[in-house]
């Protein structure tokens, strides 16, 4: 391989920095020869994300230009290294033949590759959306608008501008569009971030784009134009969409709104701590929420049942419309079966269409978008036997795609080349005109054989050869020593070391001929290829529907089965916010452990009569378990999904808030107990009279009276904030909030059994209504094998605490404010014996300066 070369001021030179100016914020990946070569920055960062080799052009030169390169059959690997990693590529490609043009070779941009907006199959996961979003800060809103290219989504909303993060935290981002204008904080340590005049964004600019690409009418039915900055937002996403992708984006069909009040709001946190789609611990497997319930069978209905997880309902009709579904599934187990294996023949129509509509689609997805819509009018008839009416909405959704379908059957071979052009694509007998140019190519080469063996005959040369070469074409090859038996009708061409070739006239005619079949076999093979992938396209909006109505009904079956597999029961929606489980299981971990192990329990809790549980036992009882599980099952039921429990009454859940102590993730350091802060003071914001709240452990990042109190009177706030009262569960190792429920009439103390077995502890697991023994931590630290002298002296210290800091309260409810004697070092005591009329003035300003010293600093 050759690599080209240039000099910095040379046109090579100039043409790379007229390119580059084009697209400032990618790595520009430049062909010259056989390498894509980077320079400048460009350079030093390939060398440092690619470990590719820094060299420099004119290393003679003062500035030489820092440069790195790569095989252009490499390329590929390269490019979806660095866009994985955030960053945006351009290629230019050499456009015309380099051999032939003189000085400058044509140059063309012919791809920009972006983490937000790429097809490569390389950067695509199967079973997860890729979003590039757009935002639009605004007074009280921010407009928001995000488009998968590969699946052909777009979506728009206005979101409330406190809490917009957490509204979109769960939607797979990989690159924002932001106005240059904007400061913005969270995403400016992002590399996918690209920055567009602020004209881009005008809200009136974008409902003219929107509606040009769109129409009207979908708009209207997406009730998009009611919208305000998300116009804006929704523009610029287009612009940009159109700046990487081409002005066509014919798939780009399906404008929704984004719906945010549509949906259970699901902080980071809360996703996290409860493992609804990604494992605590990276490379876990089989311990999230998503893992248990996915029984999809395709990726359509992959990526809808992780959406579904992520974003549960909050309209109870919506939800009821899904269990109904899941039941009548489950209740018909051979009709689902039937469905399932239906399904099982749809591939991913939304990504096949994507790339058809990108032109990126090659002879095998057309023949597996093909096979795909053969299966539709099966599909419409399975799930038309059902009766549950959203399976009956998705029956009418499914369009008969067979005529499609059988087009492109007959068309395309059983197993097609990768590539239109590459021969093969089609069928025999499908099409006239390629039959007759294939005959006619494989006719020539008939000839072309057989005269081989004709000639030799005919000049007695047994060695004769007829060849092909690129330059040449066809020729026959005589060695040196049958020079003179070759015959007066061949014409020299070439003479080689051992050899001279030679051309004939006839043979010259026939390569014409077969030359020219080839060629435009070729040609005509990729037209008609393209006619096809037009064919496709022009269904797209029906494909869409289909690959909606697919999604949705694989998900639900996915639903169907683990309730079968897991014994879940159907929840009932009700209207009073209550949230009442018997028998629950935590649904990840009882798969973990063996069969029969998972204790099942109670919950019990209603925002009017109890609605905050205390929940106190001693470490590893199973307290956080029982926390856990409880939000699961509120999100499972909103989902639409049956629930691991003999029976589940819930009234709609707003947004799940989580807070998991210190203790859960000591890895974090000193920042904890702010961060725990930050985090309760979010919930205590942003709770509703519908909302539930996990609190597992508030205060153990600092001292136990700081701690202790902050504890209590975040319970006391969640008890009678105006704000509306969420339902609460409280895990805590504060056994002193035990006599919240004698103060606060909505509250509740449960507690987990622990007994002693053989001088062990063992765990029963099970909670109940109580409180905990308040010395069991040390009763656990005794039979831990802790020494006899240490735990006595541990009871005297607990006693002594208790007698002499703790009032076990009582009485006036603004007693609560008294319930700890001030830790003041004994300041009080000495105030309360002290005689001041029985003192000197010396004395007074001595005691007073004593105190000043011992106390000036904020305490003993
Ligand atoms: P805590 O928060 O009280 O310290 P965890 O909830 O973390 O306790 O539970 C500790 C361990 O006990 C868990 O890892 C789990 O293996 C087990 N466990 C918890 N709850 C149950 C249960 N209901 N049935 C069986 N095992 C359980
Ligand atoms: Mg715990």
């Given at each position: 391989?050759?690599?080209?070369?240039?000099?910095?001021?040379?046109?090579?030179?100039?043409?790379?920095?007229?390119?580059?100016?084009?697209?400032?914020?990618?790595?520009?990946?430049?062909?010259?020869?056989?390498?894509?070569?980077?320079?400048?920055?460009?350079?030093?960062?390939?060398?440092?994300?690619?470990?590719?080799?820094?060299?420099?052009?004119?290393?003679?030169?003062?500035?030489?230009?820092?440069?790195?390169?790569?095989?252009?059959?490499?390329?590929?690997?390269?490019?979806?290294?660095?866009?994985?990693?955030?960053?945006?590529?351009?290629?230019?490609?050499?456009?015309?033949?380099?051999?032939?043009?003189?000085?400058?070779?044509?140059?063309?941009?012919?791809?920009?590759?972006?983490?937000?907006?790429?097809?490569?199959?390389?950067?695509?996961?199967?079973?997860?959306?890729?979003?590039?979003?757009?935002?639009?800060?605004?007074?009280?809103?921010?407009?928001?608008?995000?488009?998968?290219?590969?699946?052909?989504?777009?979506?728009?909303?206005?979101?409330?501008?406190?809490?917009?993060?957490?509204?979109?935290?769960?939607?797979?981002?990989?690159?924002?569009?932001?106005?240059?204008?904007?400061?913005?904080?969270?995403?400016?340590?992002?590399?996918?971030?690209?920055?567009?005049?602020?004209?881009?964004?005008?809200?009136?600019?974008?409902?003219?784009?929107?509606?040009?690409?769109?129409?009207?009418?979908?708009?209207?039915?997406?009730?998009?134009?009611?919208?305000?900055?998300?116009?804006?937002?929704?523009?610029?996403?287009?612009?940009?969409?159109?700046?990487?992708?081409?002005?066509?984006?014919?798939?780009?069909?399906?404008?929704?709104?984004?719906?945010?009040s549509e949906f259970?709001?699901?902080?980071?946190?809360?996703?996290?701590?409860?493992?609804?789609?990604?494992?605590?611990?990276?490379?876990?497997?089989?311990?999230?929420?998503?893992?248990?319930?996915?029984?999809?069978?395709?990726?359509?209905?992959?990526?809808?049942?992780?959406?579904?997880?992520?974003?549960?309902l909050v309209r109870r009709a919506a939800i009821v419309e899904r269990l109904d579904a899941?039941?009548?599934?489950?209740?018909?187990?051979?009709?689902?079966?039937?469905?399932?294996?239906?399904?099982?023949?749809?591939?991913?129509?939304?990504?096949?269409?994507?790339?058809?509509?990108?032109?990126?689609?090659?002879?095998?997805?057309?023949?597996?978008?093909?096979?795909?819509?053969?299966?539709?009018?099966?599909?419409?008839?399975?799930?038309?036997?059902?009766?549950a009416a959203l399976?009956?909405s998705?029956?009418?959704?499914?369009?008969?795609?067979?005529?499609?379908?059988?087009?492109?059957?007959?068309?395309?071979?059983?197993?097609?080349?990768?590539?239109?052009?590459?021969?093969?694509?089609?069928?025999?007998?499908?099409?006239?005109?390629?039959?007759?140019?294939?005959?006619?190519?494989?006719?020539?080469?008939?000839?072309?054989?057989?005269?081989?063996?004709?000639?030799?005959?005919?000049?007695?040369?047994?060695?004769?050869?007829?060849?092909?070469?690129?330059?040449?074409?066809?020729?026959?090859?005589?060695?040196?020593?049958?020079?003179?038996?070759?015959?007066?009708?061949?014409?020299?061409?070439?003479?080689?070391?051992?050899?001279?070739?030679?051309?004939?006239?006839?043979?010259?005619?026939?390569?014409?001929?077969?030359?020219?079949?080839?060629?435009?076999?070729?040609?005509?093979?990729?037209?008609?290829?393209?006619?096809?992938?037009?064919?496709?396209?022009?269904?797209?909006?029906?494909?869409?529907?289909?690959?909606?109505?697919?999604?949705?009904?694989?998900?639900?079956?996915?639903?169907?089965?683990?309730?079968?597999?897991?014994?879940?029961?159907?929840?009932e929606i009700v209207e009073?916010?209550?949230?009442?489980?018997?028998?629950?299981?935590?649904?990840?971990?009882?798969?973990?452990?063996?069969?029969?192990?998972?204790?099942?329990?109670?919950?019990?809790?209603?925002?009017?009569?109890?609605?905050?549980?205390?929940?106190?036992?001693?470490?590893?009882?199973?307290?956080?378990?029982?926390?856990?599980?409880?939000?699961?099952?509120?999100?499972?039921a909103q989902?639409g999904?049956?629930?691991?429990?003999?029976?589940?009454?819930?009234?709609v859940?707003?947004?799940?808030?989580?807070?998991?102590?210190?203790?859960?993730?000591?890895?974090?350091?000193?920042?904890?107990?702010?961060?725990?802060?930050?985090?309760?003071?979010?919930?205590?914001?942003?709770?509703?009279?519908?909302?539930?709240?996990?609190?597992?452990?508030?205060?153990?990042?600092?001292?136990?009276?700081?701690?202790?109190?902050?504890?209590?009177?975040?319970?006391?706030?969640?008890?009678?904030?105006?704000?509306?009262?969420?339902?609460?569960?409280?895990?805590?190792?504060?056994?002193?909030?035990?006599?919240?429920?004698?103060?606060?009439?909505?509250?509740?103390?449960?507690?987990?059994?622990?007994?002693?077995?053989?001088?062990?502890?063992?765990?029963?697991?099970?909670?109940?209504?109580?409180?905990?023994?308040?010395?069991?931590?040390?009763?656990?630290?005794?039979?831990?094998?802790?020494?006899?002298?240490?735990?006595?002296?541990?009871?005297?210290?607990?006693?002594?605490?208790?007698?002499?800091?703790?009032?076990?309260?009582?009485?006036?409810?603004?007693?609560?404010?008294?319930?700890?004697?001030?830790?003041?070092?004994?300041?009080?005591?000495?105030?309360?014996?002290?005689?001041?009329?029985?003192?000197?003035?010396?004395?007074?300003?001595?005691?007073?300066?004593?105190?000043?010293?011992?106390?000036?600093?904020?305490?003993?």
């Amino acid at each position: 391989m050759t690599r080209a070369g240039a000099g910095l001021d040379t046109p090579v030179m100039r043409q790379y920095l007229a390119m580059k100016e084009k697209v400032r914020d990618a790595v520009l990946f430049f062909r010259m020869g056989d390498f894509y070569e980077v320079f400048f920055e460009d350079a030093e960062l390939a060398a440092r994300e690619l470990g590719l080799t820094l060299t420099t052009r004119d290393k003679g030169k003062v500035d030489p230009v820092p440069m790195a390169g790569v095989p252009h059959h490499a390329v590929e690997g390269y490019i979806a290294r660095l866009v994985g990693r955030g960053y945006r590529v351009a290629v230019c490609d050499q456009v015309g033949d380099p051999a032939q043009s003189k000085g400058l070779v044509a140059r063309r941009m012919t791809e920009i590759v972006t983490p937000g907006t790429t097809l490569s199959d390389a950067l695509l996961t199967e079973t997860r959306n890729n979003f590039v979003a757009a935002c639009l800060p605004a007074a009280d809103h921010v407009g928001f608008a995000a488009a998968d290219v590969s699946t052909g989504e777009f979506l728009v909303e206005d979101l409330p501008a406190d809490g917009w993060r957490d509204a979109v935290a769960l939607i797979p981002i990989a690159e924002w569009v932001v106005s240059e204008g904007a400061e913005d904080r969270a995403r400016d340590r992002s590399r996918a971030t690209v920055r567009r005049p602020p004209a881009w964004f005008d809200p009136a600019r974008g409902r003219e784009l929107l509606t040009g690409h769109f129409g009207e009418a979908s708009l209207g039915a997406a009730a998009v134009l009611d919208l305000g900055p998300a116009l804006g937002a929704g523009g610029a996403l287009l612009q940009y969409l159109r700046e990487v992708r081409g002005p066509e984006l014919r798939h780009l069909v399906r404008v929704r709104r984004f719906g945010s009040s549509e949906f259970m709001v699901l902080d980071a946190a809360t996703v996290r701590n409860l493992e609804l789609t990604r494992p605590l611990h990276e490379g876990e497997t089989g311990t999230t929420l998503l893992s248990v319930l996915d029984h999809t069978v395709t990726s359509l209905g992959a990526r809808r049942l992780r959406t579904w997880v992520e974003r549960p309902l909050v309209r109870r009709a919506a939800i009821v419309e899904r269990l109904d579904a899941v039941s009548e599934l489950l209740q018909r187990p051979d009709e689902t079966e039937a469905l399932v294996e239906t399904m099982r023949r749809v591939r991913d129509l939304e990504r096949l269409l994507g790339k058809a509509a990108a032109g990126r689609a090659g002879p095998r997805h057309l023949r597996a978008l093909g096979e795909s819509a053969l299966a539709t009018p099966e599909l419409r008839e399975r799930l038309g036997a059902f009766r549950a009416a959203l399976l009956t909405s998705l029956a009418a959704g499914v369009q008969d795609l067979a005529p499609l379908g059988r087009k492109l059957d007959s068309a395309l071979a059983d197993q097609p080349p990768l590539a239109a052009g590459d021969g093969g694509v089609f069928r025999s007998g499908w099409n006239a005109d390629l039959d007759e140019l294939r005959d006619r190519a494989r006719g020539g080469k008939e000839w072309i054989a057989r005269l081989q063996e004709d000639e030799r005959a005919r000049t007695g040369i047994p060695s004769l050869k007829v060849g092909f070469n690129k330059i040449f074409g066809y020729y026959i090859e005589v060695t040196s020593a049958h020079q003179e038996k070759v015959p007066d009708r061949y014409l020299r061409k070439q003479t080689l070391v051992h050899a001279e070739r030679y051309i004939t006239p006839e043979l010259k005619e026939e390569e014409e001929r077969i030359l020219g079949a080839e060629e435009r076999l070729r040609a005509l093979e990729i037209e008609l290829f393209s006619g096809l992938v037009r064919d496709v396209v022009a269904e797209a909006s029906s494909i869409q529907e289909v690959a909606d109505a697919v999604g949705t009904a694989d998900a639900l079956a996915s639903f169907a089965r683990a309730a079968r597999e897991g014994r879940y029961a159907r929840p009932e929606i009700v209207e009073e916010p209550v949230l009442a489980l018997s028998e629950s299981r935590h649904p990840v971990l009882e798969r973990l452990l063996p069969a029969g192990e998972f204790v099942p329990n109670d919950c019990d809790l209603d925002a009017r009569s109890r609605q905050i549980a205390i929940i106190t036992g001693p470490n590893m009882a199973g307290k956080s378990t029982f926390l856990r599980q409880t939000g699961l099952i509120a999100i499972l039921a909103q989902m639409g999904s049956f629930v691991p429990a003999a029976s589940a009454r819930l009234g709609v859940v707003d947004r799940v808030f989580t807070r998991v102590g210190a203790s859960d993730n000591i890895a974090r350091g000193q920042s904890t107990f702010l961060v725990e802060m930050e985090e309760t003071s979010a919930i205590l914001a942003g709770a509703t009279g519908r909302s539930l709240v996990l609190l597992d452990e508030i205060g153990r990042g600092t001292s136990t009276y700081d701690g202790l109190s902050i504890a209590w009177a975040v319970t006391e706030h969640l008890h009678d904030r105006a704000g509306g009262r969420p339902r609460t569960l409280f895990a805590t190792h504060y056994h002193e909030l035990t006599v919240l429920p004698e103060r606060l009439s909505r509250a509740v103390n449960l507690t987990v059994l622990v007994k002693e077995w053989n001088g062990k502890v063992v765990f029963l697991r099970r909670i109940v209504e109580g409180a905990a023994d308040r010395s069991y931590g040390i009763h656990v630290a005794e039979l831990a094998g802790l020494p006899g002298a240490v735990v006595d002296r541990a009871r005297e210290i607990l006693q002594a605490l208790e007698d002499g800091r703790f009032a076990s309260g009582g009485g006036s409810p603004s007693s609560q404010l008294t319930l700890f004697e001030p830790s003041d070092g004994g300041l009080l005591s000495e105030l309360r014996t002290l005689e001041p009329e029985a003192m000197t003035p010396l004395e007074a300003l001595s005691l007073l300066t004593r105190w000043k010293r011992r106390y000036g600093n904020g305490g003993p």
